[in-house]
């Protein structure tokens, strides 16, 4: 018998807000967190725009000489983890923490950190590199300093699978605790990717925007789109086992019911044709979760503002769900928030149960001129009502990694 995994509490730092409440509003709202890029001098790139977190104060959580030790997405994540387990109103005491559990993925880890310490190297030599300069960097750190900070000390792990991160965090962590190994498990991801290296590369590989406007940049599934733009933030669940949540009392958001993950063997960074990995991790959740095509009402779509992800993910859904795929609403929250690459998953997750909880669909803002190979309801430009028993938010990633949560409605 697989124990039924509900969510109990969210928290994310994101271009459109610093904690879940307030992200949610401004996207229900079309209200977008792009704008021309402050970190980097945008005349040294070819594109110029970016989703950066505005005003975030890590000292709010964490003493100043302490997060001096931590890269930026790591202070990011633990902000989130924070307000998610404050959300879920859970005590990590000494007689239920063994039972409690850390998955916090990153897809690049600290490259600020590295960026900095190397140019240190270069003009002072080794002696000036930084003693915190690998713990700062690797990717597993945000998941290390919640389980420290939080005194969490189950199942802690990192997953790394590029842009599908936050979302087979959140499926690991589920099936953590579905087979037994954890009660709750504190899950997602985190991204600090604005910095000279990443953002050259991403501009080297011809995957950003080199649209100017920050109003417009963005606009997945629309037939101008031209590139995605870079976010930053995390978003962090705290997943729980059923029994557990409802004998103290918690709130519950949504079930999590399945969980897909394939490999696309094809491509470093171009999806399979067809979309046909997304495709396999959208069927294995849904069958996963006992549901059928039929029961899902809702899709946050990986949506990228990409051309061959918005029309390969289109084909996809076609491919999984045939003549139902035109009756779903799906929608692309990357309009919004830009792309947080690694902790794209975990807030999609968010906003995912949120629209489930709260009847209410997240639009695809900018989505002006349509194209005839991305042809279903997008929920275009205004959010609307809707009643969703059950969704499914898709992750995919350079690599070849798909990845796909579905939710329903907690009964």
């Not at 992200?23 to 005349?43: C, F």
Request: aromatic fraction near 8%; proline fraction near 4%.
């Amino acid at each position: 018998m697989k124990r039924r995994v509900v969510i109990t509490g969210v928290g994310s730092v994101t271009p459109v807000g610093n904690d879940a409440a307030t992200a949610w509003q401004n996207v229900l709202a079309g209200k977008s967190g792009i704008g021309t890029m402050t970190r980097l001098d945008p005349e040294q790139f070819s594109a110029s725009v970016a989703a950066e977190v505005k005003d975030f104060d890590i000292e709010k959580y964490v003493e100043r000489k302490e997060a001096r030790k931590m890269d930026r997405f790591t202070h990011y994540a633990l902000a989130s983890a924070f307000m998610a387990v404050e959300d879920a109103n859970l005590k990590i005491e000494d007689h239920n923490a063994n039972r409690i559990g850390v998955w916090i993925g990153s897809g690049i880890g600290g490259m600020e950190t590295f960026e900095n310490q190397f140019e240190t190297f270069q003009k002072r030599g080794y002696r000036r590199v930084s003693p915190f300069f690998v713990p700062m960097m690797i990717p597993d750190m945000a998941t290390g300093q919640v389980s420290i900070y939080l005194g969490a000390k189950g199942v802690n792990s990192c997953t790394v699978t590029a842009c599908a991160t936050g979302t087979n965090s959140i499926g690991d962590a589920f099936k953590v605790i579905q087979r037994g190994d954890a009660d709750a498990m504190i899950a997602g991801g985190a991204e600090a990717p604005i910095t000279k290296m990443s953002y050259a590369g991403f501009c080297a590989n011809t995957a950003l925007t080199t649209n100017p406007d920050p109003k417009t940049a963005s606009r997945p599934f629309d037939l101008n789109r031209d590139g995605f733009v870079m976010g930053e933030g995390a978003g962090i669940v705290v997943l729980e086992e059923l029994e557990h949540a409802l004998k103290r009392g918690a709130k519950i958001y949504a079930e999590v019911v399945g969980y897909g993950s394939t490999g696309d063997a094809h491509h470093i960074t171009a999806p399979a044709p067809g979309g046909e990995g997304g495709a396999r991790a959208m069927k294995i959740a849904i069958e996963d979760g006992g549901l059928s095509p039929e029961d899902i009402d809702y899709i946050n779509a990986h949506g990228t503002s990409t051309e061959y992800n918005d029309k390969f993910e289109t084909m996809a859904v076609k491919e999984v769900f045939g003549d139902h795929a035109t009756k779903l609403a799906i929608s692309s929250t990357k309009s919004m928030t830009g792309h947080l690459l690694g902790a794209a998953g975990g807030v999609e997750a968010i906003f995912t149960v949120l629209a489930i909880k709260d009847g209410i669909l997240p639009p695809t803002i900018n989505y002006e001129t349509p194209d005839p190979d991305c042809d279903l309801d997008y929920v275009p430009n205004e959010a609307r009502k809707a009643v969703v028993n059950a969704a499914i938010s898709n992750s995919l990633g350079f690599g070849g990694h798909n990845a796909t949560l579905a939710f329903k409605k907690y009964e």
